[in-house]
């Protein structure tokens, strides 16, 4: 029986035991994977089809994301209104998402109705008809929401920076303009469709309370597609990274403004680094919570903005390492200063035992807040497979954040928070 007079022993988060839970998988008849966690109280669930289907691919520049977002647009049996109805009725929620590697579509549904509703997937996935009306909607949208945006120092300063570490050819740097609008045609869309949604290579998650049938009902409406299982390891075509030869840049996009949009960032190779999880604690420390140094310095010290954060870019094949923030132009200056004397802080002292262990506690407990639930887990799962790792990449990750050490972090700095391989992009 529990002494309920003697207080229980306090135990830091970073000696807690985290795991991640397993997902089953299934095989369709094409071979493509199905990845699915059968859990939950509620009657929902979520399927998502993640394509080899990104920017990568294009050939002519938003051909990718327009195909993407159109696909909801309207089949040769089924026009937009009816097929917005359809999900409508039956409470459903259908989204669309385009990046620099893949290309998602989402469902969201109570499970009773999933017999109705993946057969309107089937039907988009393989007969969308992207109307000439519907394409020059979309495009008279997005002229409309780029020209808005590009009056957006912040808008303009994230994409600028990509273009300045990748080159403006490289799909990780390549942004839009009007003119790449004005040249899509229906065409170019229908191809794209046939080659990366047809017959393209595909990973298939799914999460919920799955009712009976599911797995069966999913084999007979997709596993005779002519998919073919994706892979992260061999992404065709090559694409050359060719960085900006100036390193420090600024935009005027407001003679008038009075804040700057700040962005700092230096390429790196990403999760293949075998240092990739000591560096994500690093950057922790450095700017990746609003615990960090920077905050405490710009922001909590100096007051000279709302929030700065650094992190890593989540790209595939390639990535990056950058600091954000928005400062008065008339601090802009010394807030850039105070981004440099930190890593140079980094490089030359020790991370304090007390400051470290709490920047761990955070990190873990993040990592317990990520796994709070099975669609969370299911996220997690699809974060790896995606990018080509296992369980063993998340066990490490744990057991870095448990044993690396200040020594260490500093060796780190050392190497990767020199100042002199940042690009520096200040927008007004």
């Known amino acids: 029986m529990i002494n309920r007079k003697i207080a229980p022993a306090i135990k830091q988060p970073v000696e807690f035991n985290i795991e991640l839970p397993d997902c089953e998988c299934y095989t369709l008849d094409n071979g493509v994977l199905l990845y699915y966690i059968n859990a939950g ?10 394509f080899s289907a990104g920017n990568w691919f294009e ?3 938003n051909v990718a994301i327009a195909a993407n977002q159109l696909i909801k647009n309207g089949t040769h049996q089924h026009s937009a209104y009816e097929i917005n109805d359809h999900f409508d009725y039956y409470g459903a929620y259908f989204n669309r998402n385009c990046y620099s590697e893949t290309a998602e579509i989402t469902l969201h549904c109570l499970g009773k109705h999933v017999t109705n509703l993946l057969p309107m997937v089937a039907e988009l996935i393989q007969d969308a008809s992207y109307s000439e009306e519907e394409l020059q909607i979309y495009k008279q949208n997005a002229q409309q929401r780029l020209t808005v945006n590009l009056l957006k120092p912040d808008f303009v300063a994230g994409r600028e920076i990509d273009a300045m570490l990748f080159g403006e050819e490289h799909p990780y740097g390549k942004y839009s303009k009007h003119e790449d609008y004005q040249s899509l045609l229906r065409e170019d869309l229908i191809a794209f469709h046939q080659q990366h949604y047809k017959e393209g290579k595909v990973v298939l998650f799914a999460v919920g309370k799955l009712p009976e049938g599911f797995l069966p009902l999913m084999n007979d409406l997709f596993g005779k597609f002519k998919w073919k299982p994706y892979t992260s390891t061999i992404i065709e075509p090559v694409h050359i990274i060719r960085p900006s030869a100036e390193k420090k840049k600024t935009i005027i996009v407001d003679e008038k403004g009075v804040q700057a949009s700040i962005r700092i960032a230096r390429p790196y190779i990403g999760k293949s680094d075998p240092h990739y999880h000591e560096l994500v604690i690093l950057n922790a420390v450095y700017g990746g919570y609003f615990g960090s140094r920077l905050m405490a310095n710009i922001r909590e010290e100096k007051g000279y903005t709302y929030g ?20 008065g132009i008339d601090v802009k200056d010394d807030t850039i200063k105070e981004i440099y004397y930190e890593m140079d802080i980094l490089r030359d002292e020790l991370i304090d035992e007390e400051e470290l262990l709490n920047c761990k506690n955070y990190m873990m407990g993040a990592v317990l807040g990520d796994l709070d639930g099975p669609f969370q887990v299911i996220a997690r799962w699809k974060s790896l497979i995606v990018q080509g790792f296992d369980k063993s990449f998340f066990d490490k990750a744990i057991n870095v954040i448990k044993e690396v050490d200040a020594p260490e972090l500093r060796k780190l700095a050392q190497q990767y928070l020199k100042p002199d391989e940042f690009y520096e992009l200040t927008v007004i």
């Open 41 to 50: 109280a509620e009657d929902t669930l979520m399927v998502n089809w993640v």
């Open 59 to 61: 050939e002519k520049r």
């Open 308 to 327: 700065i954060y650094s992190g890593i870019l989540n790209y595939i094949k390639h990535s990056g390492w950058i600091v954000s923030t928005e400062a």
